[in-house]
């Protein structure tokens, strides 16, 4: 049977079972390309190779198309980023397998049950992570990786180009996707042009699949064919974000303005012609940041941050200075009410620990009004008391983190 009927009875069979998932691979084109190392899909097509279909069975492809709308669900194609994306499709591929394994072991309907091969990357000790948390556990065990990219590496996943036997030995796709474990890959979006794709672009795209993925949902619900979890990714897709910039802008005011004056009159007490102090800061004081250079969050979520804290402390007699740290701390550098616009100077990008930067501050004798750290929160090490300044965990994309000290505010997106 040929590659492009396997498919097709593959896609039926989930069809007639699952129509969350249906309603996703049905909207994307399947697309024969021999020069394909396996498949790869950027979610506006899959590409694959016959020689792989063709080598598979029914049950393999079926597990190949689950995989491939995980990785749009999760929007994968759009996530990377500056990761190494080999090691970035790794973790992805794990963090999916952990799913489609634990919906194998508790479906009910054998016929059209989702079988895992047992030769594609699973790891227990991934499950109900994201993919940027398992990216960080393979980056401390593969330090050789830390090499940040941009754009699209056609040769991501590190396999062989070729239209039939490859590079390792005469092995065809599937013996080598065997091997590896390794079957997929997924691709940074591009444009219509082949060009990689622009913010608003990657904005559309990303809407595009929230919405089909809605419908599924929807769809499912009224079939009464929810899959095992999909609830739960959906609550996690489309949670509400919050308004980051008023919460660190009543954070921060809370901080400098730290006693009250009786030479100034507190206007919100003029109507009951009583006349109250008013609170403000009659000191410089200085605010810290410390920026994480060791992980997802990319010099423009750092220069976002700081030109926000930046606007919000002009009107204030404070000073701001931004840290940058790894697992070790870097002398701060002042930022100027008129540094406009604002550019930063990160250093550093090996491995994290939250112990640096606090240190660096008592050690340094200095006296912050508070100290900000901006970090995608993958590391356990902390300063081993809760330090006398306060401190504000800006944690990026991950979800839970739980310091010893100081407050937390996540945000998902800049």
């Known amino acids: 049977m040929k590659a492009i009927d396997l498919i097709a009875k593959a896609k039926t069979s989930i069809l007639l079972n699952n129509p969350f998932y249906a309603n996703i691979i049905m909207r994307i084109p399947f697309i024969e ?9 950027d979610s506006t097509k899959i590409e694959y190779n016959p020689l792989l279909i063709e080598a598979s069975s029914v049950q393999e492809i079926r597990f190949y198309c689950y995989h491939e709308a995980f990785h749009i669900i999760f929007l994968h194609h759009l996530r990377r980023g500056i990761k190494n994306p080999d090691l970035y499709n790794k973790a992805a591929d794990y963090v999916i397998n952990s799913i489609l394994k634990e919906m194998a072991d508790n479906y009910n309907n054998k016929k059209y049950a989702i079988s895992v091969p047992d030769w594609v990357l699973y790891d227990a000790r991934f499950k109900g992570m994201y993919v940027e948390e398992v990216y960080k556990i393979l980056l401390d065990e593969n330090p050789q990786q830390n090499k940040p990219q941009q754009g699209n590496n056609q040769q991501g996943s ?7 036997k490859g590079d390792s030995g005469g092995e065809s796709p599937y013996e080598k996707a065997k091997r590896t474990g390794r079957f997929d890959e997924v691709k940074d979006l591009k444009n219509k042009e082949g060009k990689a794709a622009s913010e608003s672009e990657k904005k559309e795209n990303e809407q595009q699949w929230k919405g089909i993925i809605q419908q599924s949902h929807a769809a499912a619900k009224r079939a009464g064919k929810v899959p095992l979890g999909i609830d739960r990714i959906i609550e996690e897709l489309f949670e509400p974000q919050i308004d980051w910039r008023s919460v660190l802008s009543q954070y921060l005011t809370t901080k400098v303005y730290n006693d009250y004056t009786w030479l100034k009159r507190n206007l919100n007490y003029v109507f009951a012609d009583i006349y109250m102090p008013k609170l403000e800061s009659e000191q410089v004081g200085n605010i810290l940041i410390w ?5 997802s969050v990319g010099k423009k979520e750092m220069e976002i941050l700081a030109t926000e804290v930046q606007g919000i402390l002009s009107s204030f007699n404070v000073e701001l200075s931004v840290g940058y740290f790894d697992s070790n701390a870097y002398e701060p550098e002042t930022i100027e009410a008129n540094d406009y616009p604002l550019k930063l100077h990160p250093k550093g990008g090996g491995g994290t620990d939250f112990d640096a930067p606090v240190r660096y ?15 995608d929160g993958y590391c356990s090490s902390f300063y081993k008391e809760e330090p006398s300044f306060p401190v504000l965990w800006v944690v990026y994309g991950k979800k839970e983190f739980n310091p010893p000290y100081g407050e937390v505010m996540f945000i998902k997106e800049f």
């Not at 590190?158 to 039939?164: C, V």
């Not at 920026?291 to 992980?295: A, C, I, L, R, V």
């Not at 501050?361 to 970090?375: A, G, H, S």
């Open 158 to 164: 590190g396999q062989s180009s070729g239209n039939s």
């Open 33 to 41: 390309n021999k020069e394909c190392p396996t498949l790869q899909t």
């Open 291 to 295: 920026m994480d250079t060791s992980g």
């Open 361 to 375: 501050v008592i050690d340094n004798y200095l006296e912050p009004e508070c100290v900000i750290i901006l970090t």
